[in-house]
């Protein structure tokens, strides 16, 4: 499920990225050039790529990596304004939510293994 809200810390990966990298891949650009951890529930990180036509969002939640990604149609994404003082890129809610709105969930081992968690707590609750 789209479990991205106001209550989270958003996280734009600032530089150029291999778009066709996978879950796995895309943990480990996060551990090593943001030094952070990406099974940290309370984070989601925020791929673009170097045209701005396609976004990846990977978010860890109930011990599984989510893989979102999003491709217009026509059009790029607008670039997110680099704040100079806090030395990084902001991203309103307000952006991540319009950039979710119609979300196409990446092809992943973890969107089975979702569904089929959904269908449990569905039949067993």
């Known amino acids: ?24 891949r895309l943990c480990e650009s996060i551990r090593e050039e943001m030094s952070l951890d990406p099974s940290d ?11 701005r036509k396609v976004v990846k969002i990977l978010h860890y939640e109930r011990g599984f990596y989510v893989l979102y990604e999003k491709r217009p149609v026509m059009g790029r994404f607008k670039k997110p304004v680099f704040d100079e003082v ?13 950039l979710t709105e119609s979300i196409v969930v ?13 269908d449990y707590h569905k039949i067993y609750r």
């Open 86 to 98: 806090s030395k990084c890129y902001r991203i309103q809610w307000s952006d991540m939510a319009y």
């Open 41 to 51: 529930a309370s984070n989601v990180y925020m791929f673009m790529s170097r045209n």
């Open 1 to 24: 499920m789209l479990g991205l809200s106001a209550n989270l810390n958003y996280y734009l990966f600032n530089g150029n990225v291999d778009l066709r990298k996978g879950i796995f």
């Open 106 to 118: 990446d092809r992943c081992t973890s969107v089975r293994k979702i569904i089929l968690y959904i």
